[in-house]
């Protein structure tokens, strides 16, 4: 059986602008995002930690590592999904998010699952 397979997690984002909690005259946009973490493997496998790389339209990078996601570990069988809502800030109007989670299998092979690169963007600011 192919690793690559046999240890697989897909994740997906989806983000949104958040103007309530903003303050554009300051130079502070909130953006709240929504994740989903399926195990598209062929083993059980736990998130243990994550990795974020936040940047905004300037290049500045805010870098987060930190345990679980959202106060939870979660434990995803085969065919499993997670889903979490989470929340950054940024300068900019526009920038992005790119990451890892840091899993561990039932049998004990760590791999990191990687989260594509995904837009955080005012609307009506990219056409």
Not at 7 to 28: K, L, M, N
Not at 36 to 41: Q, S
């Amino acid at each position: 059986m192919a690793e690559s397979r046999k240890y697989h997690i897909t994740v997906t984002a989806r983000a949104e602008f958040v103007p309530e909690q903003s303050d554009v005259g300051a130079g502070r946009y909130v953006f709240a995002y929504t994740i989903e973490i399926a195990n598209t493997g062929q083993i059980a496998a736990q998130l243990i930690s994550r990795h974020w790389m936040i940047t905004d339209a300037h290049d500045k990078a805010q870098e987060v590592r930190g345990l679980g996601v959202v106060g939870e570990q979660p434990f995803l069988r085969p065919g499993e999904k997670f889903e979490y809502s989470s929340g950054t800030a940024i300068a900019t109007p526009v920038g992005s998010m790119r990451g890892s989670y840091q899993m561990v299998a039932e049998d004990g092979h760590q791999f990191d699952a990687e989260v594509p690169l995904f837009l955080l963007s005012m609307p009506r600011v990219l056409h």
